[in-house]
Structure formats: structure tokens, C-alpha cells
């Protein structure tokens, strides 16, 4: 294995735990005013946006371990292309977080550990399988971003731009890791990321 590409994703590991997220893109909330939320509709906003954040420290993680191992070289770029537009959803995620008076998870580092071993995995399983486990993922995080805009409260126009934006960018990448030849995974393997998301996102809520 390369040794820069080893230094490469430890890097990428400490500046997503560590570092403030820096976006490429405007943010999509950018030309829209805070609505005057209450107590209540604030601190549901904040822990909705604090579950979408370590989910993308997830996706991170998931895609520098998927890349680390990925044999095809334009399977790695489709990874690392995403991986970029992740760490967009990071900084739109922890900026309105910040505005809405929250905090992230105090779990991050646990997440981001155990999925960058997935993803290792799922890389050394080969591509077919590795691009396949991306599309899943996608196709999950859509769905659980679609939920959330249904408990988001309907005056927070600012948190429900962010969360659209990011719903289109993870189906693209989902239809991307088809096209580059991406498996579909068996039910149980399916099941059973369905239920890794469950117990992130409810642990996160709260912690």
C-alpha cells in the first residue's frame, strides 16, 4: 500500500475530527434570513443537524477507508470525488449548527472509526462490491435526509435549503457509483446497515 496515500487519510482523519469543515460550494442557506424560531423548534433543529453532521463524518470516514483500498483507479477518484462534496455537507451542517446554538456529538470519533473500517472492508472486497456499498449508503442517506424534512419545522427555511441540497448531491453520487459498476449488496448486508444508521442517528440525537 502507498505510503503518501496511508499519511494522505490520516490527514483527511484528523482535519475532519479536528478541524473546522471548509466549503467549495456556497452554503444553500446563504441569501436566506434566520427565521425566528422558538426555544423549542431551535433545539429540534440543532439535534436534527447534529445527527446530519456526524453522519457526514460517517461518509467521510466510509469513503477515505473505501478509497485507501479501492484497486480501480476510477473507482478511487468516483470515492474521493464524493468524499469532497461531503466535507461541504460538514461545514454547511456545523455552521448552522453553531447558529442554532447547538453542539456536536461528543461521539464523532467513535463513528468515524468504526465506519472507516467498514469502508477498508468494503474495499478490500473488491470494487463492484466497494462502489456498491456507496451507492447503498447513498441511497440511505437520501432516504433518512427525506425524513428529516419531515420533522424539521417548517419555518426553518435556512436548515431545510441545507438538507436539500444535500438529499440531490447524495442521490447524484449513488447513480454515480452504479454507473462506475457498483454491485447491488444482498438483503441481510442491506438490513444491517439500516440498523448501524439507526443506532448512529438515535445516539447522536441526544449525545
Request: one cysteine or more; hydrophobic letters at 45%.
Amino acid at each position: 500500500m502507498n505510503l503518501d496515500r496511508l499519511i494522505t487519510v490520516f490527514d483527511n482523519s484528523l482535519r475532519t475530527l479536528l478541524a473546522p469543515a471548509r466549503s467549495a460550494r456556497p452554503h444553500p442557506d446563504a441569501a436566506i434570513d434566520d427565521a425566528g424560531l422558538d426555544d423549542a423548534q431551535r433545539a429540534l433543529s440543532a439535534a436534527l443537524m447534529r445527527v446530519n453532521h456526524t453522519g457526514e463524518i460517517c461518509a467521510q470516514a466510509l469513503y477515505q477507508g473505501q478509497a485507501l483500498t479501492a484497486r480501480n483507479p476510477s473507482a478511487r477518484v468516483a470515492l474521493e470525488q464524493a468524499a469532497a462534496e461531503e466535507t461541504d455537507h460538514l461545514a454547511w451542517t456545523e455552521r448552522r449548527i453553531t447558529e442554532l446554538g447547538g453542539r456536536l456529538s461528543a461521539l464523532n470519533p467513535l463513528f468515524y472509526a468504526g465506519s472507516f473500517a467498514l469502508g477498508a472492508m468494503a474495499g478490500i472486497a473488491g470494487d463492484k462490491w466497494n462502489l456498491g456499498f456507496l451507492a447503498e449508503t447513498e441511497r440511505q442517506v437520501e432516504s433518512h435526509l427525506d425524513s428529516h424534512l419531515g420533522r424539521l419545522p417548517e419555518a426553518d427555511v435556512k436548515s431545510r435549503a441545507i438538507v436539500d441540497q444535500m438529499k440531490a448531491d447524495e442521490a447524484r453520487h449513488a447513480r454515480t457509483a452504479v454507473e462506475h459498476g457498483g454491485a447491488e449488496l444482498p438483503q441481510p448486508l442491506r438490513q444491517a446497515m439500516k440498523l448501524g444508521s439507526r443506532v448512529m442517528t438515535e445516539t447522536s440525537f441526544h449525545l
